[in-house]
């Protein structure tokens, strides 16, 4: 229930509207409720058994004051107009009825309409904000495939299963209430048979969807694994077809989506059992009332009237469509939480990076960078990537981080703009430990230049305006130039409104290297990180983008992972890293005359 409150609460912002279809569905209730016991004065007229009042009594919301004062001026009108004037009126009553029950069904399904479409926007909006808040542990421990198919798929799923469902709650519990009251009124005895009806039936589809839940779990799971598989297969076209592994993947795939379509195919035919199980119910609920009712009309004592035990039936068949509606709505519900379950996994996901309450902003970097005694593993009781590191950064200087793949180069840089915290010790700037410092303010100081740049699917402009969103046009273009980018630019037909498709597929890699240098530039933060920002470039590239970099550590502290010798020969200090611990440390001269550590690299990996 818990669980299942959690999307519950999401309709708060819209109890207004939901108070307002409740009203509608209420009103849309009594109107047809009016329209069917019509039935009865219309027998009544016809085979002359209706009974009149010679007087009426105050009008009151109650069926006793309704039914006196109705009989009462239907009276008045066979009296003074006769008979088929009387039948017109009844007639002219359940038109109007109806039309206006139909006027309030239909506002209440628009006001449902209404509800449904703004709940399933703010889920998606809460899911990409608590995504986008996430530290980078959670995406190291689940697949993209399955964080997508969890946005899309099951967001889907909670629509059609729950929030369409809305009309259930809105509006079938409030036609049932009605509708009883009304039978108990005409049959107290016929009334307490259907109730006893209920448990029953409920207690079977119940039954029956007992295992629906577990089944969809897994196969929203395996939807997750489908989805996720197929972001790898086209990220990875090329190395499919230069393997020539297309059957390979091919088979993987059928396996996978046979697994999904032959769970799904047991959880459909569970779910459509309900429209059969239910049918067998209301016929075996009329077939009691037929049989009850009709030994009342027909017994000596004459309990019940031919023509109300017709308007009962009509009433009552009114019953077993929203009695219908809800336990298909239970089918729908016990579908939809299992993706209630699966996307709990990121709305009620513990931060490990947590800001601190008081958390001070950082708008510049002033002294030095300092990492005390850090140790940093990824899961408990597994070695440490970096064990005991202790160095310090001054603001100015330029310093690089060499070491074998696997030493704790990228995981020391991303220990300072707090992607992760240590498992003990601290990293500090200007003496204070990150911890205390609010964390956008703390991450707006740092830019990036990665190995392999990000390029998001839309035009150059944008793509060097993601660095600052606030930036002027002259300010973009003056990014470019620094960068070398502004030629080749001006080289493309739209220049910089052009489209640089997925992954920036239209650019060379030294193309989307420079824009992602202009993007850096345009953020113009004094903390620069530069991650192998040239190991992928081939040589004419690399020079290119050499200059581009120069431009970008003008006046910023800079820290660089480093592959090639040319990038750090010049740096103010470099230390190298094995299994996690920095071994030595100095200029690139001191270093080599060492004949250790950096020497074996500049030796294997960097010539």
């Given at each position: 229930?818990?669980?299942f409150?959690s999307?519950l609460?999401?309709l708060?912002p819209?109890?207004?509207?939901?108070?307002?279809?409740?009203?509608?569905?209420?009103?849309?209730?009594?109107?047809s409720?009016?329209s069917f016991?019509m039935?009865?004065?219309?027998?009544?007229?016809?085979f002359?058994?209706q009974?009149?009042?010679?007087k009426?009594i105050?009008?009151?919301?109650?069926?006793?004051?309704?039914q006196?004062?109705?009989?009462?001026y239907?009276?008045?009108?066979?009296?003074d107009?006769g008979?088929?004037?009387?039948?017109?009126f009844?007639?002219?009553?359940v038109?109007?009825?109806?039309?206006?029950?139909?006027?309030?069904?239909?506002?209440g399904?628009?006001?449902?309409i209404?509800?449904?479409?703004?709940?399933v926007?703010?889920i998606?909006?809460?899911l990409?904000?608590?995504?986008?808040?996430?530290?980078?542990?959670?995406?190291s421990?689940?697949?993209?495939?399955d964080i997508?198919?969890?946005?899309i798929?099951d967001?889907k799923?909670i629509e059609i299963?729950i929030i369409?469902?809305l009309e259930m709650?809105?509006k079938?519990?409030?036609?049932?209430?009605?509708?009883?009251y009304?039978l108990?009124?005409?049959?107290?005895?016929?009334?307490?048979i259907?109730?006893?009806?209920?448990p029953?039936?409920?207690l079977i589809?119940?039954q029956v969807?007992?295992?629906?839940?577990?089944?969809?779990?897994?196969?929203?799971q395996?939807?997750?694994?489908?989805?996720?598989?197929?972001?790898?297969t086209?990220s990875g076209?090329?190395i499919?077809?230069a393997f020539t592994?297309?059957r390979?993947?091919?088979q993987?795939?059928?396996k996978?989506?046979k697994y999904y379509?032959?769970?799904?195919?047991k959880?459909w035919r569970q779910?459509?059992l309900?429209?059969?199980?239910?049918d067998?119910i209301?016929?075996?609920s009329?077939?009691l009332?037929?049989?009850f009712?009709?030994?009342m009309v027909?017994?000596?004592?004459?309990?019940?009237s031919s023509?109300?035990?017709?308007?009962?039936?009509?009433?009552?068949t009114q019953v077993?469509?929203?009695a219908?509606?809800?336990?298909?709505g239970?089918?729908?519900?016990?579908?939809?939480?299992?993706?209630?379950e699966?996307?709990?996994?990121?709305?009620?996901?513990?931060f490990?990076?947590?800001?601190?309450?008081?958390a001070?902003k950082?708008?510049e970097f002033?002294d030095?960078?300092?990492?005390r005694?850090?140790?940093f593993h990824?899961q408990?009781?597994?070695?440490?990537i970096?064990?005991?590191?202790?160095?310090?950064?001054k603001?100015g200087q330029?310093i690089a981080?060499v070491?074998?793949?696997?030493?704790?180069?990228?995981?020391?840089?991303?220990l300072?703009?707090?992607f992760?915290?240590?498992v003990?010790?601290?990293?500090?700037?200007d003496?204070i430990?990150?911890k205390?410092y609010?964390i956008?303010?703390?991450r707006?100081?740092f830019?990036y230049?990665n190995q392999?740049?990000?390029?998001?699917n839309?035009?150059i402009?944008?793509?060097?305006?993601f660095?600052n969103?606030?930036?002027?046009k002259e300010?973009?273009?003056?990014a470019?130039?620094?960068?070398?980018?502004?030629?080749?630019i001006m080289?493309?037909?739209?220049g910089?409104?052009?489209?640089?498709g997925?992954?920036?597929?239209?650019?060379?890699?030294?193309?989307?290297?420079?824009?992602?240098?202009a993007?850096?530039?345009?953020?113009n933060s004094?903390?620069?990180?530069?991650d192998?920002?040239t190991?992928?470039?081939?040589?004419?590239?690399?020079?290119?983008?050499?200059k581009a970099?120069d431009?970008?550590?003008k006046?910023?502290t800079?820290i660089?992972?480093?592959?090639?010798?040319s990038?750090?020969k010049n740096v103010?200090?470099i230390?190298?890293?094995?299994?996690?611990?920095?071994?030595?440390?100095?200029?690139?001269n001191?270093?080599?005359?060492?004949?250790?550590?950096?020497k074996?690299?500049?030796e294997?990996?960097?010539?």
């Open positions: 229930m818990r669980k409150l999307i609460k999401f708060i819209y109890w207004h509207t939901a108070l307002l279809s409740v009203v509608s569905n209420l009103l849309a209730a009594l109107f409720v009016i016991t039935v009865i004065p219309f027998l009544g007229l016809l002359s058994t009974e009149f009042v010679t009426s105050p009008l009151s919301f109650s069926v006793e004051s309704v006196h004062n109705f009989n009462y239907l009276g008045r009108i066979i009296d107009k008979q088929l004037q009387a039948l017109l009844i007639i002219l009553i038109f109007v009825f109806t039309i206006l029950k139909n006027i309030c069904l239909f506002i399904k628009s006001l449902i209404h509800i449904r479409i703004n709940v926007k703010d998606r909006n809460e990409m904000n608590k995504i986008l808040d996430f530290d980078l542990s959670y995406f421990d689940k697949r993209r495939g997508i198919s969890k946005m798929i967001v799923e299963s369409s469902s709650l809105f079938d519990p409030i036609l049932l209430v009605v509708y009883l009304v108990m009124f005409m049959s107290i005895k016929l009334t307490l259907v109730i006893l009806i209920f029953f039936s409920a589809i119940a969807g007992k295992t629906l839940k577990k089944k969809t779990i897994r196969g929203q395996k939807m997750g694994a489908l989805i996720g598989m197929l972001e790898e086209l076209i090329k499919v077809k592994a297309e390979f993947i091919e993987r795939f059928k996978l989506n379509s032959d769970l799904f195919s959880v779910r459509t309900s429209n059969p199980v239910s067998i209301s016929t075996i009329i077939l009332i037929m049989w009712g009709g030994k027909l017994t000596e004592e004459g309990e019940l023509q109300v035990f017709i308007g009962y039936l009509a009433v009552f077993i469509r929203p219908k509606s809800l336990s298909g239970y089918y729908n519900v016990i579908k939809g939480m299992a993706s209630i699966r996307i709990n996994t990121i709305l009620q996901h513990k490990k990076i947590k800001e601190s309450p008081d001070v950082i708008s002033k030095f960078i300092e990492f005694n850090v140790i990824y408990e009781n597994t070695s440490p970096i064990n005991n590191i202790n160095f310090t950064i603001k330029t981080l070491g074998h793949s696997g030493s704790g180069k990228s995981t020391i840089v991303d300072i703009p707090r992760f915290d240590p003990s010790g601290e990293v500090l700037i003496g430990s990150l205390e609010n956008n303010s703390l707006s100081l830019g230049v392999e740049p990000i390029i998001f839309d035009t402009y944008n793509n060097i305006l660095g969103p606030n930036a002027t300010e973009v273009i003056k470019a130039k620094l960068s070398y980018a502004y030629d080749f080289e493309k037909d739209a910089y409104d052009t489209n640089l997925e992954d920036g597929s239209k650019l060379s890699v030294g193309e989307k290297q420079r824009i992602s240098i993007r850096t530039l345009l953020k004094p903390i620069l990180i530069l192998e920002a190991s992928s470039l081939d040589y004419k590239s690399e020079l290119i983008v050499r970099l431009q970008l550590m006046n910023r800079t660089v992972i480093a592959h090639r010798l990038t750090i103010d200090k230390f190298v890293l094995n299994q996690g611990k920095i071994v030595e440390h100095g200029t690139h001191e270093l080599l005359k060492l004949n250790t550590h950096y074996k690299l500049t294997f990996e960097f010539l």
